[in-house]
């Protein structure tokens, strides 16, 4: 009868708190087991406190295993319900009870036990007393462990005729009365069934502490403290900045294995040791070009997301550079669990994703990144932003884009007090003016890990540039290239020689002042190298060609398709994102050995030379500054491969005297531009403070300008009238446009943005064509047509671009007629009817214009054109 009977242990009864005698009592032999094992062998029966009103049953006398309370009675499961041995034990004994109890026998064997042993054999139901206490506080795992055991209960007792399922408690009594009382007795007698005490057992459990090992705990411990100490090492207060600068080892082997970086330069390891910086002051530090500027920057980066846990604000002038820093970091956010955001041309959300457990690095254009912080400040989560890094710094005085990035780093000054500003550049004039608007520490350092010389040619002699020279120039060499008469008319500035005495051996770098330039100059190099360039790695050059085609969906541009197979191409922003990652990944590698590019290359992507030739000393029909001459030659030197570079620059007889001062005169000096173009920048961020609710007076205005560069600079710039006037005068024109309202109270008068003003500054629409840009939309909205796009081409050409269209009104007229009468219905209602096209191509003048609506235009208006042919526009 025992042979099949199955034994459920439970070690611990309850986790509260106890007397010391009942603490005894309880952790004595306690064996919970079906009533019918109590005459199997001998037994050491312990009767628990009679408050508790818990019961042991009658078990076996070997030792019992003990258990702390902080231990879980059910392993490593999350519920009793994961063990579906437990349910199946209950089941059993239930169902072996049932069947002993239909006998109505007594159990005589039961007579051998020992009194005190006999009292605690249990006689209720299993699922009698199921219902004796609320489970409200029970986990769902438990709670529903008891809903199933209730439904098989009911069930059981509609088969049974409510029948108990176990023998009286005093089976001696009830044998010596002789009677059939075993009813009677069990109803009178009931006690705590083995569901109660496994109930108890439950809520006990989901009382105590969660069942972890203490090996887990330790670990976690160990983890906290290694976390804190990680936190103290970027604190003001340590000294000690760990493993590497404060950041975990692992950075420093991603360091090794992605970018292949050992040690750091001296001048690197004494900045990211500076005072200010483990204080987290702002800070400007200045070296020359491929001094390693950037890898200061983004270990501070990394100690910010990492350490911190606060977003970072990365800022660059061009999107190329904005792409090539996404990919060169996307590889650490990967590795080290912190998203790689990129804000540049299409790509970027406003305001940007809320991320709970990861932090973000932005990467940002200077047009996005003044976006972004716009709405990080309108969504209240600019204090996220624990970083904000500025490459490139000198373009504060670089026109309207100086304007922006002076808008920029004055929001997060003023909204922010615990965000942290790190500007950097090659060039600073002025740095004590940048001081004082950013507040920041100062670094400086003239290392250069590659020796540079610098050389200029006039017609076919090499001078060197030395400053002690009366002129600047030092004669150093004839060119020995020898040209043909052909060869002379084809490039008579000698590039050619230039770039053979380096390549294919070395790099090299044509810098020309437009895009179409760079293409005919990669050209006509072509046209008279060697068939040796053709053999030099040419198994690469072919795949290199035919990832081009992939790239470009089964075509190639003609011209690199043309130079590709000599190791030439050219670099500039008409090439697409996959195509310029091709030939900057085949330049790095060396299947290119020359690039003919743009002034945006010198900006900061990583491809140096061994030389570096300026075609011109112009960008476009401007002269070169001094900034982008030195950014240009500074490409010249790559660490690690080359120690020495070149740079040559190419002049005309006419531009000697010009290229004189750019090459002996100081750095320029950096200036506010939010009075350029007649204030427009300083109207505009009058504007967007208004319209962010930073300011909402004219006193919070000036505070705010007071951390403006143009403040620091007001002397020099406020000539004519004070910076105050030039602001209260802002607020009066934005109220004549209206874009901005004041009300009055008894206290203060407030500054409000209309609905007009809210779209100009979210949409970034220039002040002066805001006006005229609505009531364009709104005719234009009138126009609509639905089967053709010919309307678009209305809306989306700027503004600025009409005074560079001078069409053909001839060829434009012939165009005209052949549009459908929709279409030229919709010329007409946006002001271009068919007469106004007739008369201008018949080269009459065309004073003034009404269109369909009869709204007047002026002359300015009625001079906008659609465009209706490639080469055609408004």
């Known amino acids: ?270 900045c990211l040791n500076l005072d200010c910086v483990r204080d987290r002051k702002n800070l400007i530090y200045s070296l020359p070009t491929s001094g390693g500027k950037t890898l200061v920057a983004e270990i501070l980066v990394l100690r910010e997301l990492l350490c911190r846990k606060k977003d970072c604000l990365f800022v660059l002038p061009y999107i190329s550079l904005v792409q090539e820093k996404v990919r060169g970091l996307a590889s650490f956010g990967l590795e080290l669990d912190f998203m790689v955001e990129e804000y540049a041309g299409s790509k970027g959300k406003f305001p940007p994703v809320k991320r709970r457990n990861k932090a973000s690095l932005y990467i940002a254009t200077i047009e996005k990144a003044h976006s972004l912080v716009n709405s990080l400040i309108e969504a209240g989560r600019v204090e996220n932003l624990g970083l904000v890094v500025v490459d490139e710094l000198h373009m504060l005085g670089d026109g309207s884009r100086g304007a922006v990035i002076e808008m920029t780093l004055a929001k997060v000054l003023y909204t922010s007090r615990t965000t942290q500003v790190i500007g950097m550049s090659a060039t600073l004039g002025n740095i004590r003016d940048l001081q004082k608007f950013l507040r920041a520490e100062n670094y400086s350092n003239d290392f250069r890990p590659v020796q540079l010389k610098e050389y200029v040619k006039l017609k076919d002699t090499i001078y060197e540039v030395d400053p002690k020279e009366e002129d600047c120039l030092r004669f150093s060499r004839l060119l020995s290239f020898k040209y043909s008469s052909s060869m002379q008319k084809i490039d008579p500035d000698h590039v050619i020689a230039l770039v053979t005495e380096v390549i294919p051996t070395h790099s090299c770098l044509v810098f020309c002042p437009t895009k179409k330039n760079c293409e005919n100059v990669a050209g006509m190099i072509c046209k008279y190298l060697k068939e040796d360039f053709l053999r030099h790695r040419e198994v690469e050059k072919g795949v290199l060609l035919r990832e081009l085609k992939d790239s470009g969906s089964g075509s190639v541009c003609p011209v690199l398709r043309r130079t590709v197979p000599y190791g030439l191409a050219y670099h500039h922003s008409g090439l697409t994102s996959e195509e310029r990652k091709l030939v900057e990944e085949a330049y790095s590698s060396g299947v290119l050995c020359l690039l003919a590019c743009t002034s945006t290359l010198a900006a900061g992507i990583n491809l140096p030379a061994r030389r570096v030739i300026l075609r011109s000393p112009y960008v476009a029909t401007d002269f070169l500054k001094r900034s982008q001459y030195k950014q240009m030659v500074g490409r010249a030197g790559r660490a690690g491969i080359d120690t020495t570079g070149e740079s040559i620059l190419i002049l005309q007889d006419k531009d000697r005297k010009m290229a004189q001062t750019l090459l002996s005169a100081p750095m320029e000096t950096c200036l506010s531009q939010l009075l350029l173009d007649r204030g427009k920048g300083l109207l505009s961020l009058t504007l967007s403070l208004i319209g962010l609710e930073i300011t909402t007076s004219s006193e919070q205005l000036r505070d705010f300008l007071s951390g403006t560069l143009l403040y620091v600079q007001q002397r020099q710039l406020c000539v004519d009238t004070s910076l105050w006037e030039l602001l209260q005068r802002c607020v009066d024109v934005l109220k004549d446009k209206d874009l901005v309202t ?48 010919l309307h678009l081409v209305y809306l989306v050409t700027p503004y600025d671009m009409v005074s560079q269209c001078k069409p053909d009104w001839m060829t434009f007229f012939r165009q005209f007629t052949l549009l459908s009468d929709a279409e030229q219905k919709m010329s007409a209602a946006v002001g271009v009817p068919e007469s106004f096209v007739a008369r201008k191509a018949a080269g009459q003048t065309v004073r003034k214009v009404r269109t369909m609506t009869q709204a007047p235009y002026s002359t300015k208006h009625g001079n906008r054109c659609v465009q209706v042919s490639p080469g055609v526009s408004r």
Not at 748 to 758: R, Y
Not at 762 to 779: R, T
């Open 1 to 270: 009868m025992n042979s099949g009977r199955r034994e459920v242990k439970v070690k611990r009864v309850s986790s509260r708190k106890r007397s010391r005698e009942t603490h005894l009592q309880t952790h004595l032999q306690t064996h919970l087991t079906p009533a019918r094992k109590r005459a199997g062998g001998d037994t050491c029966p312990q009767q628990c406190a009679s408050s508790r009103r818990l019961r042991s049953i009658m078990t076996d006398s070997r030792a019992a295993e003990f258990c702390s309370d902080s231990e879980d009675l059910f392993g490593d499961y999350d519920s009793i319900l994961d063990d579906s041995s437990v349910l199946a034990k209950l089941d059993d004994a239930e169902q072996d009870e049932r069947r002993r109890d239909a006998s109505d026998q007594p159990d005589f064997t039961s007579l051998r036990t020992p009194k005190s042993a006999r009292e605690d054999v249990l006689t209720d139901s299993i699922l009698d007393v199921l219902d004796d206490e609320p489970f409200e506080d029970l986990p769902p795992s438990q709670l529903q462990f008891q809903e199933e055991v209730c439904a098989k209960g009911k069930r059981s007792r509609r088969l049974d005729g409510e029948k108990t399922s176990t023998p009286l408690r005093d089976a001696v009594r009830s044998a010596e009365a002789g009677t059939g009382r075993n009813t009677e007795v069990r109803a009178a007698k009931a006690r705590r069934s083995v569901t109660e005490q496994l109930k108890r057992t439950l809520v006990c459990n989901a009382a105590a502490p969660s069942g972890v090992s203490r090996s887990v705990v330790l670990k976690e411990a160990v983890l906290s403290a290694e976390m804190s100490v990680a936190m103290e090492t970027v604190s003001a207060e340590s000294t000690d900045l760990g493993p590497f600068f404060g950041l975990p080892s692992k950075v420093k082997d991603l360091m090794l294995e992605l970018r292949g970086i050992r040690s750091l330069y001296d001048w690197q390891d004494t």
């Open 742 to 789: 004041e009300t009055a109270d008894a206290h203060s008068q407030t500054l409000h943005v209309t609905k007009l003003g809210k779209a100009t500054y979210k949409g970034s629409v220039d002040l002066s064509f805001s006006a005229a840009l609505y009531k364009d939309l709104s005719s234009g909205l009138e126009a609509l047509m639905l089967n053709s796009f």
